[in-house]
């Protein structure tokens, strides 16, 4: 049975105003979101929600968000390596996973296809890659991605 979106507002309203952050907020509607996807149920989110969202992320307590935490440096790379055995697999793949991510910036949900290939939006087996030193010595590979998240 498919929430009413004045039940959705009444639930965020009444349980997230006041209490905590816009994240959590957007994150509870996401995870409520997901359900009726999966439940074929239908989404009746719309500005009335988006109002109660607005309204109670006013509300939300200064303690309920955290500042930024500081960039992550080639340093933290470094010590991240030192500690992880690259002949397992599951450290070979977590030091890759952030190596790309700081290297490249890379949007993992960008490169990884979990729905059928697309030709137009996904890169392929024949994708142009390059891979070398910059001026620095540091490795790097790249890849022609037919699309991104801000540009075809």
């Known amino acids: ?13 009444t ?6 952050g816009g994240g959590s907020l957007r994150t509870w509607l996401l995870g ?14 719309a500005a009335h929600l988006k109002h ?12 309920s968000s955290l500042p930024k935490c500081l960039p992550v440096t080639l340093a933290h790379l470094r010590l991240l390596r030192a500690h992880l055995n690259l002949n397992d697999t599951f450290d070979a793949a977590v030091f890759a996973a952030a190596m790309i991510t700081f290297f490249c910036q ?3 949900g960008e490169v990884c296809v979990d729905t059928h290939f697309n030709a137009y939006i996904h890169a392929g087996q024949d994708t142009p890659q390059k891979a070398g ?3 620095t ?5 790249s890849f022609w991605a037919p699309r991104t998240k801000t540009k075809p």
């Open 15 to 20: 349980h997230g105003a006041g209490s905590v």
């Open 52 to 63: 109660a969202m607005q309204g109670a992320q006013h509300q939300a307590p200064d303690e």
């Open 106 to 108: 890379c949007r993992i």
């Open 32 to 45: 409520l979101e997901l359900w009726h996807v999966i439940n074929l149920a239908l989404w009746q989110g």
């Open 137 to 141: 010595n540091v490795a790097f590979y």
């Open 1 to 13: 049975m498919p929430a009413l979106e004045w039940l959705l507002s009444n639930f965020i309203t």
């Open 133 to 135: 030193l910059t001026m």
